[in-house]
């Protein structure tokens, strides 16, 4: 989704009265200091989250709490010194015994945040799970939330919910796209040649879309109700469901804690194939980003196999993402052991997943109650993440639960790479749905994915979003051109498409996004990357479709039948596998010398566009890629990516075989016909044949159907119809007197040009088309840029630098780098062209 330029829309300064934080003194007040330090002699690794336990139960200790206000709980756990250990906490409703929040990251930074109300008596249980450290530190605030939009049951919202619908917006070409784009709305990737969905979050969002002259209708009025029926849909199906097909056999959508509690059950119990980890950087609420990874002799990382990263939920409210990342840990783990294709692929690979890349948003997303209605105070569907510092001095208090500036806050992590970062498809207020951050990777959550992909030879990419049916590769701007790569990178595209049922395609072709995640790791690093939009109704569906449908290829999802995204991921993962995708590096080195691969270089962002709609130049973004092998003696082969970034290996493009086609006027028919705002229901329209020539007279790259006529307040659409009656592109803006309809690579045949006469601006005085006329342009060349090197050092078992080399490799190739640990002179492996 996208929204540029968007000012913000907030009505007024809301008094979100976050009461100062208090801290609880537990049991016994006086002695809060000690009560707060939790015990327990010894670890057990069970989950805190199942239930409450009895007191003196071994690996746990508890507090029980009365919250003092209406809204939040949040209770924290530290680890009490630097031992290391994994404490994880929960808070449980004391009368019912009903789970309230959990938290499970790997170490014992850990924060459970939930809901309550005032006077609410709780337990929080602190569960030692693994590790030495025989104490952690709890803290317990309770944070008071005044009414406004916060989900606190029993209180009466005080602002007046508004109705949130989907409408689709007819849009004609790329630039009316963008000039949707540009009234901020929420536009989704719903889309194709004539339309694209867009949310309307309330009145404001709907006076906008009515001011601007677009044509548009409601496809669904209500989306809260929506929202509601889906949430009871989920509490149905888990009823009368005991397990589903999935690999896990999982029936609800899991909590963030979850997760984490898998993943870390994953690695316990499968100690040489699984390892958990964390990444780098804490998220601005100080949560813990948790993935996982699934290979062969698992801690052996420098191994030289190709790493296949599978990502989710950059989008807090796109909770189906997480789901499908977590099932393929899954998938990985029962096929290592049942399956012997995924045996064998994934002791061929190293496999990696990060199920909830944005960690506060999908926590505060996950733990709203069913609203989704899109308002601001909307948490459940909040899509960035928790970034407060780019917000006006107001706004930047409170915590990401409750703040004066709600769902609103917040940075987009798929705006905030660096590959295009600035320009269009995002936007420079703070409040957007598609903010790029103060500067390209300002956030925790780009910087973790950016620190991974940089260490790692991370061939194959794929973060999963959700929704729109697609599968969309680079680039994601218009006008940058693909990358020489693009036969490869469609064919795998459309190949997973095959499985899934989704739209393959390159992601500008249904509107700009700059600063999105492949932008940056393919073009800087040559691995495949990809965008999947799961499923096809909303951000998340009910379980039953919008996961398990969608995950197991069956009804109704695109899919059925053809294998579902499980076999997508297999796709992406038996691509990994294939040598001929990548690059290899083949040499000897005695056992136990490290060799290190590294490239530093620059790459520009966009021009950086300003609030004010001018632009600054570029920024140079500095990417550093350092990756390492350990070598076991003799022969080693390294599958590495490209030594030459996709940024500066030039562009893809088809050397002209003829000329063009000479241009073709349009003749106007006698008359004209009545106005017609239907069509297609309506057919009433003007034909006029065409025929585009072929092989080996012309080569046709292009061709630009054009109509003009006379004022901006007369309105006729153009839509190009092939023989088959398959409308291949059409134009049909508003406030222009002219359109314009463009095809690439034209298939030679018959066409007809459709002129659809919308709007007269008056009747009595006809305002015809004229100057009808088909304009070819010859394909445009591919482009080459220079060739770039990796630098290749090896280091003896004392760390002591023993040989170091220049070493190029294309895509496809592998280059023998001989005894590069015994050669100390610097030798270079140029496999120039
Ligand atoms: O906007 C996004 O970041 C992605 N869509 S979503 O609805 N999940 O938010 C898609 C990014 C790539 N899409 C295009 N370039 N159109
Ligand atoms: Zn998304």
Request: proline share 7%; charged share 20%; net charge negative.
């Amino acid at each position: 989704m996208v929204s540029s330029q968007r000012k913000p829309v907030l009505r007024a300064v809301l008094a979100v009265g976050i009461g100062s934080a208090v801290v609880v003194g537990l049991t016994t007040p006086t002695s809060a200091a000690a009560e707060n330090v939790l015990r327990a002699d010894r670890a057990v690794a069970r989950s805190c989250f199942a239930s409450a336990l009895p007191a003196r139960t071994p690996g746990v200790d508890r507090r029980e709490v009365t919250s003092t206000v209406d809204g939040l709980i949040q209770a924290r756990l530290a680890a009490k010194d630097k031992t290391a250990g994994d404490w994880d906490v929960a808070v449980f409703d004391k009368t019912t015994g009903k789970l309230v929040a959990a938290s499970a990251a790997l170490g014992s930074r850990e924060l459970a945040e939930s809901f309550v109300v005032k006077g609410q008596q709780l337990v929080v249980q602190g569960c030692r799970y693994a590790g030495d450290a025989r104490s952690a530190v709890l803290g317990v605030d309770f944070l008071a939330i005044t009414p406004q939009g916060t989900p606190t049951p029993g209180v009466a919202a005080k602002t007046a919910p508004e109705q949130a619908e989907l409408v689709r917006v007819a849009t004609a070409d790329q630039q009316d796209k963008n000039k949707l784009l540009g009234l901020g709305l929420d536009v989704t990737e719903k889309a194709d040649a004539t339309g694209v969905d867009v949310v309307l979050a309330g009145a404001d969002d709907r006076k906008v879309l009515q001011d601007s002259g677009f044509r548009f209708e409601v496809l669904n009025p209500d989306l809260s109700a929506t929202s509601r029926d889906n949430a009871r849909k989920d509490v149905e199906f888990a009823e009368r469901t005991k397990v589903t097909g999935l690999p896990s056999g999982r029936t609800t959508y899991r909590h963030l804690w979850e997760y984490d509690f898998e993943m870390k059950e994953l690695a316990r119990k499968n100690p040489g194939l699984v390892q958990a980890f964390t990444l780098p950087h804490p998220t601005v609420e100080g949560v813990d980003v948790v993935g996982v990874e699934i290979a062969a002799n698992v801690a052996n990382k420098a191994d030289g196999k190709p790493v296949n990263l599978l990502m989710a939920t950059h989008h807090a409210r796109e909770w189906p993402s997480a789901e499908h990342a977590m099932e393929w840990v899954y998938e990985l783990v029962d096929g290592y052991a049942h399956d012997t294709e995924i045996r064998d692929l994934v002791k061929r690979t190293r496999n990696i997943v990060v199920p909830v890349v944005n960690a506060d948003g999908f926590s505060i997303s996950r733990e709203a109650e069913p609203k989704g209605d899109f308002s601001r105070f909307d948490y459940e569907m909040k899509r960035k993440n928790c970034q407060a510092s780019d917000s006006p001095e107001q706004y930047r208090t409170g915590v990401c639960k409750a703040n004066p500036a709600g769902a609103q806050r917040g940075t987009d992590p798929n705006r905030n790479y660096a590959g295009f970062w600035g320009g269009a498809g995002a936007t420079t207020s703070w409040s957007g749905e598609t903010f790029r951050g103060a500067a390209p990777f300002s956030e925790p959550e780009t910087r973790n994915i950016r620190e991974l992909v940089s260490a790692r030879q991370v061939t194959n990419l794929l973060t999963l979003h959700t929704y729109s049916g697609l599968v969309l590769r680079v680039p994601g701007v218009f006008g940058t051109r693909p990358p020489l790569d693009e036969p490869a990178n469609k064919a795998l595209g459309d190949l997973m498409a095959s499985r899934n049922g989704y739209t393959s395609q390159p992601s500008w072709a249904l509107y700009d996004t700059s600063g999105t995640t492949e932008d940056w790791s393919y073009w800087a690093t040559g691995g495949y990357g990809y965008t999947m939009e799961i499923g096809l109704d909303g951000f998340h569906p009910p379980y039953e479709t919008g996961v398990v449908a969608e995950y197991l290829g069956q009804a109704p999802a695109p899919g059925a039948g053809k294998g579902g995204n499980r076999a997508a991921f297999l796709d992406m993962l038996r691509n990994a596998a294939t040598p001929a995708a990548h690059s290899t590096l083949t040499g000897t080195a005695p056992r136990g010398y490290e060799l290190a691969l590294h490239k530093s270089f620059q790459t520009p962002t966009s021009p950086v566009r300003q609030p004010d709609g001018s632009t600054a130049p570029p920024i140079y973004v500095q990417d550093t890629l350092d990756s390492k092998l350990t070598a076991t003696g003799g022969k080693f082969s390294w599958a590495v990516n490209p030594s030459t970034r996709p940024y500066v290996a030039g562009r893809y493009g088809r050397e002209p075989q003829a000329p063009p086609q000479q241009s073709i006027q349009l003749a106007n028919p006698a008359g004209v016909p009545a106005e017609n705002t239907r069509f297609p229901v309506d057919q009433t329209a003007e034909r006029i044949p065409f025929t585009i020539k072929g092989m080996p007279e012309v080569d046709n790259g292009k061709v630009a159907v054009t109509v003009d006529w006379g004022t901006t307040a007369t309105d006729w659409d153009l839509y190009i119809v092939d023989a088959s009656g398959q409308t291949v592109t059409s134009s049909a803006s508003g406030g222009t007197n002219t359109e314009t309809a463009v095809l690439y690579d034209p298939p030679a045949g018959e066409y007809t040009a459709v002129l659809v006469n919308f709007h007269q601006a008056d009747p009595s005085v006809v305002d015809d088309w004229g100057r009808g006329r088909a304009q070819f342009e010859s394909p445009v060349p591919p482009t080459y840029g220079p060739k770039e090197s990796y630098t290749l050092t090896c280091k003896d078992r004392r760390g002591k630098i023993v040989g170091l080399a220049d070493v190029y490799v294309d895509r496809g190739q592998t280059v023998d780098v001989g005894a590069v640990c015994t050669d100390s002179a610097r030798e270079t492996k140029a496999r120039k062209k």
